[in-house]
């Protein structure tokens, strides 16, 4: 079975500062992708960033990237120059061939002005 | 905005009552998927339609129901509701069901359910 492992219930970050959140996973299966969405307190889901478990280079979308380290089996995101509109919860799924995502338990962020 | 709609917003219903959430996928999108996020159990996958047909199905309960109609739109269906299913329910779409399951999912905003 596959599991997320977010071990970071809450972060603070000083605007324009980067902050890296923490994700480990845990799969037996060699192929599967990892992503990570946010969620303001309007509930949305915001899909960020994505990486495949064959991808060599690090995934980056803008202001995110992904530090994916497949021997660790993390895959933290890193937030650059953070913003007051990305205080919000974070999420790391995984999704192997069964298509189910499991989500982590979340990451509440908070950017201090 | 994803593309993907949910309706209605918010709901409010009383113990042993059913109701019908409504999904309507991105354009073009043939997989529909329903989660359930509640504050105590955080995200939970529910089932997965693709293209008519359901392809996967987690932790649903067997008084929840889905569809996936031949526009793709897709309705879960919940009865017999309890306190305990008041929650976040969200659905998800995306393109295909691709060989390495590394199809990314796109989120409606969601229908916030709640049982008086």
């Known amino acids: 079975a596959q599991k997320i492992t977010q071990t970071q219930p809450g972060m603070f970050v000083q605007e324009k500062e980067a902050v890296t959140l923490d994700c480990t996973y845990d799969?037996?299966?060699?192929?599967?992708?990892l992503f990570w969405y946010k969620q303001p307190s309007s509930g949305e889901m915001i899909f960020l960033i994505y990486?495949?478990?064959?991808?060599?280079q690090n995934a980056t979308e803008g202001r995110y990237s992904l530090n994916f380290q497949k021997a660790r089996k993390s895959a933290n995101l890193v937030i650059s120059a953070s913003q007051l509109g990305d205080s919000a919860m974070y999420f790391c799924?995984?999704?192997?061939?069964?298509?189910?995502?499991?989500f982590g338990t979340g990451t509440r962020l908070k950017v201090l002005a | 905005d994803s593309g993907v709609t949910q309706t209605p917003k918010h709901l409010i219903t009383a113990t042993g009552q059913r109701v019908t959430l409504r999904c309507s996928p991105r354009?073009?999108?043939?997989?529909v998927y329903w989660y359930q996020q509640s504050l105590d159990q955080g995200l939970q996958f529910l089932i997965q339609?693709?293209?008519?047909?359901?392809?996967a199905k987690g932790n649903i309960l067997e008084r929840f129901s889905a569809q996936q109609f031949p526009d793709l739109h897709s309705e879960l269906n919940l009865s017999s509701l309890e306190l305990g299913d008041s929650a976040l329910y969200f659905c998800?779409?995306?393109?295909?069901?691709?060989?390495?399951?590394?199809?990314?999912?796109?989120f409606g905003p969601g229908t916030r359910l709640t049982v008086l």
């Open positions: 339609y693709y293209n008519g047909e359901e392809r």
């Open positions: 799924a995984i999704v192997v061939r069964t298509y189910k995502y499991i």
């Open positions: 990486q495949g478990s064959y991808d060599e």
């Open positions: 799969t037996s299966d060699q192929s599967y992708g």
């Open positions: 998800a779409s995306s393109v295909d069901l691709s060989v390495h399951g590394t199809d990314t999912q796109y």
């Open positions: 354009s073009g999108d043939l997989s």
